[in-house]
């Protein structure tokens, strides 16, 4: 029965543990088939090989009454003696060599891989038909041999299989609340994507299985219904530098028309700077941190803002990103510090791994430590040096293996959403000599984003919101608008005859911002593409 081609979309591996009080195995199989479930791999670990043989055979004649093949976990003496469709086979099972021998001609043979070298190994082989990739989030269905991948380990395991006709299943935690954060972060820079996602629990678990399938089903063709673009819009060519300031530009009449609330947990060094900053632009500005607010906030739009600088309200940060995807409201991330401590770089990655950024911000330091470059220095949260030789091509690079826009701030600022990149050139020098001008930068750009997303989502149709975790909007325009309104602000704040120094310009710089104009940011805007 087993086909050339299978269809890896929807992947069920059974656990008979995990079934609901009164909730009978065959029976939720049949219905886990009517949901959608595509393709199902049988894993008895602690059943003895009667009992297995005969589980196996009875859910083979309920698979095929539906067209789908089963597969065997490890056991291959009884995917022979029951003439399964195929086995799977982790790292420390026989060895796929032997298996493809014993098994009849056109089997389906899956591996587990947990690294690109693994992943490296069964493309050399040219044997197996899949790679199951995992664990992808931390998962209690299966006690695991290999450390949890997250999402953004994925990609590097793609990357190895891009030439290859080798498919691939994420497994691993995968629910229908992570599901499309899954879908959209394991891709690899080159835009090679999973073929398929594998469940366990989510479906073995429910009393209704049917219905939970259908609806892992519905987020899966939803995801492959709207392309992802980076939160940057899809041009019929490229821009000019004239277009990008002038959409920037004008965004700056949707802040003051559209107030957004720009939800902002940051360091508490800055929050005062920010929430004036904030409120100068027309926006509005809330600096909530306990995790038991973040769903309710979430609904009301406009854009969050996560600043680490201090990572005290992780837990604050992780629900409010996650509730934030969920209502594709935008998330600026600003990794501060990033390469100083080992604490703050595995925090920043359990942070990506929760959930999707639209903008990650940062300096030439962080942006470093996040790309794992050793070309910039960093001391504390500061950048030491000149800064990249190639800024275009680190920023691309990050732009495609995080799926978001990157902005680069420094003397020279740029910003690139892995296809475009822009070059801006304004800014006071007085604005890197007070405290928390890059976090100024995250917050007037969460601030732009934030107007853009409520912009787009007031004009989507009215019969309901497009199932997604990206944020609504042109986040690439949405950054530029953030990072010129701050640069030029600080260049007139600079040039009034009252500043003597650092703290008479932050006075004039909140004057600035709430002074600004369209019509001064185009005057005065210095964006280049490259």
């Known amino acids: 029965m087993s086909s050339p081609s299978p269809d890896y979309t929807l992947y069920l591996v059974t656990g008979r543990e995990l079934l609901p009080p009164g909730k009978d195995y065959y029976e939720s199989l049949n219905e886990s088939l009517e949901g959608g479930v595509t393709i199902v791999q049988i894993r008895e670990k602690n059943t003895d090989t009667r009992e297995f043989l005969e589980i196996a055979k009875r859910s083979k004649e309920i698979c095929h009454r539906y067209g789908v093949p089963l597969l065997i976990n490890d056991r291959i003496d009884i995917a022979l ?70 999402i953004r380990g994925v990609g590097p395991i793609l990357q190895t299989l891009e030439k290859t006709s080798i498919k691939a299943v994420a497994i691993g935690g995968i629910k229908s609340s992570n599901l499309l954060r899954s879908l959209h972060g394991a891709v690899s820079p080159n835009g090679r994507a999973l073929d398929g996602i594998a469940v366990v629990s989510e479906i073995v678990s429910s009393h209704q299985p049917s219905v939970v399938a259908q609806r892992l089903c519905q987020i899966i063709r939803a995801s492959k219904d709207q392309p992802f673009n980076l939160f940057s819009r899809i041009y019929a060519e490229p821009p000019t530098a004239q277009v990008l300031v002038d959409s920037a530009a004008h965004l700056l009449r949707s802040v003051k ?160 959403d892995g296809n475009l990149t822009v070059k801006l050139s304004n800014g006071s020098a007085l604005l890197g000599d007070i405290t928390g001008s890059g976090c100024l930068a995250g917050s007037t750009v969460a601030t732009f984003c934030g107007a853009e997303n409520k912009r787009s989502k007031r004009s989507e149709p009215s019969s309901g919101e497009v199932e997604g975790i990206l944020a609504a909007g042109d986040m690439f325009v949405g950054a530029i608008a953030g990072v010129l309104t701050l640069t030029i602000a600080s260049e007139l704040a600079a040039q009034r005859p009252e500043v003597h120094g650092t703290g008479t310009f932050l006075s004039a710089l909140i004057d600035e911002l709430y002074n600004l104009t369209p019509e001064k940011i185009i005057q005065r805007a210095k964006l280049e593409v490259v």
Not at 101 to 116: E, Q, W
Not at 371 to 385: A, F, M, T, Y
């Open 257 to 416: 028309e559209y107030r957004p609330l720009v939800h902002q947990i940051t360091n508490n060094v800055t929050i005062n700077q920010l929430a004036n900053a904030t409120l100068a632009l027309g926006a509005s500005p809330i600096m909530a941190t306990s995790p038991h607010e973040m769903e309710d906030l979430a609904k009301i739009p406009g854009a969050l803002l996560i600043n680490f600088g201090t990572i005290s309200d992780k837990e604050g940060m992780l629900a409010a990103g996650h509730y934030a995807n969920l209502e594709r409201k935008p998330i600026v991330f600003d990794p501060v510090g990033i390469g100083a401590t080992a604490y703050r770089r595995t925090t920043a990655n359990e942070l990506l791994n929760t959930w999707q950024a639209a903008v990650i911000k940062g300096n030439a330091g962080e942006i470093a430590s996040l790309i794992g470059s050793n070309e910039v220095k960093s001391h504390g949260v500061d950048s030491l040096g000149s800064g990249f030789s190639s800024p275009k091509e680190i920023l691309c690079a990050l732009a495609k293996r995080e799926r978001c826009i990157i902005v680069m701030t420094g003397e020279t600022d740029y910003i690139s």
């Open 81 to 150: 003696a029951m003439n399964a469709d195929g086995i799977h086979i982790g790292q420390s099972d026989m060895p796929i060599e032997i298996a493809r021998k014993l098994l009849p001609a056109g089997s389906i043979i899956g591996v587990s891989v947990n690294t690109p070298a693994e992943a490296e190994e069964v493309v050399k082989g040219g044997l197996a038909d899949y790679v199951g990739i995992g664990a992808l989030w931390a998962t209690n269905s299966k006690k695991l041999t290999s450390p949890v991948l997250g």
